[in-house]
T-cell receptor, first 114, second 107 residues
Framework: SQTIHQWPATLVQPVGSPLSLECTVE??????LYWYRQAAGRGLQLLFY??????ISSEVPQNLSASRPQDRQFILSSKKLLLSDSGFYLC?????????????FGPGTRLTVL | QKEVEQNSGPLSVPEGAIASLNCTYS??????FFWYRQYSGKSPELIMF????GDKEDGRFTAQLNKASQYVSLLIRDSQPSDSATYLCAVGGKLVFGKGTKLTVNP
């Protein structure tokens, strides 16, 4: 069966500090991978998605970047965090087509920027 | 800009009742529709997906899709206190989520 991991589970960072969140998937190969953010009182927002190694699509201009150095690894980064970057960051994967396939979420990372 | 609208609630039902959750979407070309359940502080978990007009049943859950009206709903029969959560409607492959409806089932 497939398993998706995210770490860290929680993170408190000062404004202006860098960020690196990691997501890995087990039990499948060549998954589509996604990063979402859920801010307090707001819906889930798609940030990035990737259909393969080194292939990143950005959905929203922002202070963040994503990379996919290995088939089942997806990393979300920032060089300098803003207060507005606080939120619940979720990684998800799907098996096939980005346009129709079911997505499954990891446990999430709760980020607080102070 | 695709939009997905849900009644934010909260929706409160007694145990054993039917809970009805509704969702409308703006993109008439949408092909896939999903319902996720999210407990407080946790990540969303998939309940059901539906692609075709009509009803799809899975245990106590029934998803209903009407593409002409751009409307999708989730019915929960015999609601249990453990069903208390926020229910997220999502549309499309690059999912667009509604803000969710908070459901409380009272014992």
């Amino acid at each position: 069966s497939q398993t998706i991991h995210q770490w860290p589970a929680t993170l408190v960072q000062p404004v202006g500090s860098p960020l690196s969140l990691e997501c890995t998937v087990e039990g499948t190969s060549n998954p589509n991978l996604y990063w979402y953010r859920q801010a307090a009182g707001r819906g889930l927002q798609l940030l990035f998605y990737s259909v393969g190694i080194g292939q990143i699509s950005s959905e929203v201009p922002q202070n963040l970047s994503a990379s996919r150095p290995q088939d089942r690894q997806f990393i979300l980064s920032s060089k300098k965090l803003l207060l507005s970057d606080s939120g619940f960051y979720l990684c998800a994967w799907s098996r096939d087509s980005v346009s129709t396939d079911t997505q499954y979420f990891g446990p999430g990372t709760r980020l607080t920027v102070l | 800009q695709k939009e997905v609208e849900q009644n934010s609630g909260p929706l409160s039902v007694p145990e054993g009742a039917i809970a009805s959750l509704n969702c409308t979407y703006s993109d008439r070309g949408s092909q896939s529709f999903f319902w996720y359940r999210q407990y407080s502080g946790k990540s969303p978990e998939l309940i059901m997906f539906i692609y075709s007009n009509g009803d799809k049943e899975d245990g106590r859950f029934t998803a209903q899709l009407n593409k002409a009206s751009q409307y999708v709903s989730l019915l929960i029969r015999d609601s249990q206190p453990s069903d208390s959560a926020t229910y997220l409607c999502a549309v499309g492959g690059k999912l667009v989520f509604g803000k969710g409806t908070k459901l409380t089932v009272n014992p």
